[in-house]
């Protein structure tokens, strides 16, 4: 099946740093890709949907400027945390829908970014 | 707002037990329900429904969807330790040109030997 990798799987940052999380479709291109947070025993939230080329749609409550994203090419997402703080400590998951297949195809995940900011 | 609400929120059975697991569901333009399993990391896929009354097989595990009364349920028989997981149920509404899921609280299976 689709392999979607992210990267870090995990990051300790010191407050006050920035830290840079890579997602990658490994074998299919893709269009879309939405990130996802997760806080322990709780569910998935989108945080924001990444476009190809355009702007990242954000999901309402989350900040522009302290959570960037940037889909550079149709292989590659990233999501910058800006000026870590503790609260933003939490686990990171992408994921990825194939360009053209879309109707028929469910969307594969990373395998998320534990982020602990001390 | 799109809500997905999943039931019952934890279940422990014991290997051999046959399990139901449910998901309702709220949602505008919706398109797709879709089962994950998440163990440690990320949420694997299981399932996707967008008709009614089809059931979807694989192995052991089966869904199916009611577009009707907006509810799915997600069985297990036969039920072994591998499967203790959080099971994650998601919709997917079309936002545009894409489709946006927005998952359900999950229901954290324990399956004791």
């Known amino acids: 099946g689709a392999v979607v990798s992210q990267h870090p799987s995990r990051v300790i940052c010191k407050s006050g740093t920035s830290v840079k999380i890579e997602c990658r479709s490994l074998?299919?291109?893709?269009?879309?890709m939405f990130w996802y947070r997760q806080f322990p025993k709780q569910s998935l939230m989108l945080m924001a949907t990444?476009?190809?080329?355009?702007?990242?749609?954000?999901e309402q409550g989350v900040e522009k400027d302290k959570f960037l994203i940037n889909h550079a090419s149709l292989t590659l997402s990233t999501l910058t945390v800006t000026s870590a703080h503790p609260e933003d400590s939490s686990f990171y998951i992408c994921s990825a829908r194939k360009t053209g297949g879309f109707w028929n195809t469910e969307a594969f995940f990373g395998q998320g970014t534990r982020l602990t900011v001390v | 707002e799109d809500k997905v609400v999943q039931s019952p929120l934890s279940l422990v059975v014991h290997e051999g037990d046959t399990v139901t697991l449910n998901c309702s569901y709220e949602?505008?333009?919706?398109?797709?329900l879709l089962w994950y399993k998440q163990e440690k990391k990320a949420p694997t896929f299981l399932f996707m429904l967008?008709?009614?009354?089809i059931e979807k097989k694989s192995g052991r595990l089966s869904s199916i969807l009611d577009k009707k009364e907006l509810f799915s349920i997600l069985n297990i028989t036969a039920t072994q330790t591998g499967d203790s997981a959080v099971y994650l149920c998601a919709v997917e509404a079309i936002i545009i040109s894409y489709g946006k899921l927005t998952f359900g609280q999950g229901t954290i299976l324990t399956v004791h030997p």
């Open positions: 967008t008709s009614s009354g």
């Open positions: 949602v505008t333009n919706f398109r797709s």
């Open positions: 074998d299919f291109q893709a269009t879309t």
């Open positions: 990444s476009n190809e080329g355009s702007k990242a749609t954000y």
